[in-house]
């Protein structure tokens, strides 16, 4: 199903840039131009170094999100399911801050140069977006586990019981902070400040395994394991608000 999605996407994104004919300016010639003609356009340095930094980001964003299911596995079937539930559930009402910034990163890294006022203002505009949507999202997912809809996602009333819990309200509320720290990434790329972003991601994965090592300790179950998604998110803002602030 992931590769025929892909190839399907693929398909249409191509077929889309070139909707317009080969003999349209604005339509993109898509052609492979050889290792030494990307040398000699210059581009090649900026784009890898980008691409480094949102390779990393998925690193450490990957990294986090392992730990917490490894700290997941040491609790109880029943909260290690709900945990499950709850992480699905998150990241499909979160995936749509994803398109937000990468929008953002567009515009405002388009006005950096010629219209930086305009810039910023609309990156102003874009976080409180989606701040608002965020919260949105947040009561969606707490209606979602804590009525009968809690029933798509499983049947076993264990598991249902643990979703409708606190776990309800500290999975929800993450979805704040995560909105924010995702648009803030975006605009720093835009401004410049992608040089940053590795230390802020680091600072992300450092601040989930305290949290988590803190939460497994005092045996908080599996609204530990959320508050290191917390404090991935949490420390991600804490490092953009030390270095890319301005």
């Known amino acids: ?25 604005d339509a993109l010639q898509l052609r492979w131009p050889g290792l030494r003609a990307i040398k000699r356009s210059g581009v090649a340095g900026p784009l890898l170094s980008v691409t480094g930094v949102l390779m990393l980001r998925a690193i450490a964003g990957m990294m986090s999100y392992s730990l917490m299911a490894y700290t997941a596995t040491g609790l109880p079937t029943a909260e290690l399911a709900a945990h499950q539930c709850t992480f699905q559930l998150f990241w499909l009402f979160s995936f749509s801050v994803g398109p937000l910034s990468t929008a953002t990163q567009s515009l405002v890294g388009r006005d950096r140069d010629g219209s930086p006022d305009r810039g910023l203002r609309l990156a102003r505009a874009a976080l409180r977006t989606a701040l608002v949507g965020a919260g ?42 995560t909105a924010a720290a995702v648009m803030c990434d975006g605009i720093a790329i835009a401004m410049g400040y ?53």
């Open 1 to 25: 199903a992931t590769v025929l999605a892909q190839g399907v996407a693929f398909f249409c994104f191509t077929t889309a840039l070139r909707r317009k004919g080969p003999r349209s300016q």
């Open 136 to 177: 949105l999202l947040a009561l969606a997912q707490i209606g979602v586990q804590c009525s009968t809809l809690k029933g798509l996602l499983t049947r076993d009333l264990a598991i249902q019981n643990v979703l409708s819990s606190k776990l309800a309200l500290v999975a929800a509320l993450c979805h704040i902070p």
């Open 194 to 246: 992608a040089g940053y972003l590795p230390r802020i991601f680091l600072l992300g994965l450092a601040g989930c395994v305290s949290a988590l090592a803190g939460a497994t300790h005092a045996g908080m179950g599996v609204v530990g394991v959320w508050l290191g998604m917390h404090a991935f998110v949490g420390a991600r803002l804490l490092g953009h608000a030390i270095w890319t602030r301005d």
